[in-house]
């Protein structure tokens, strides 16, 4: 069974920043992508973006220009750079993996003065 290790949530102002990171115990060699999700209370979980192995990316439209997904792979490593941040970006956030179909804990992120 793969684990899935995040880091980085907590508690900023709007306008801050925050980084999270996901580390799988998985061999790199058969992810074909990992990325981040979230939800919020009363809403659906959604997909904020996501890496493939050759490092193509897909953001959810409101948080283009201002998240940054990257990865490591000789590390089963993903991180979202999250800039700007607003207060409707508080979610409890998801690492996710395929394959096989993985996902974390969540992390909670509040975005609040």
């Known amino acids: 069974q793969v684990q899935l290790v995040e880091s980085g949530g907590g508690l900023v102002q709007p306008g801050g920043s925050l980084r999270l990171s996901c580390s799988a115990s998985?061999?790199?060699?058969?992810?074909?992508?990992m990325g981040w999700f979230r939800q919020a209370p009363g809403n659906q979980r959604e997909m904020v973006a996501a890496?493939?192995?050759?490092?193509?990316?897909k953001y959810l439209d409101s948080v283009k220009g201002r998240f940054t997904i990257s990865r490591d792979n000789a590390k089963s490593t993903v991180y979202l750079q999250m800039n700007s941040l607003k207060p409707e970006d508080t979610a409890v956030y998801y690492c996710?993996?395929?394959?096989?179909?993985?996902w974390g804990q969540g992390i909670q992120v509040t975005v609040s003065s």
């Open positions: 890496i493939t192995s050759d490092g193509s990316t």
């Open positions: 998985v061999n790199p060699s058969i992810i074909i992508a």
């Open positions: 996710h993996l395929a394959p096989p179909e993985s």
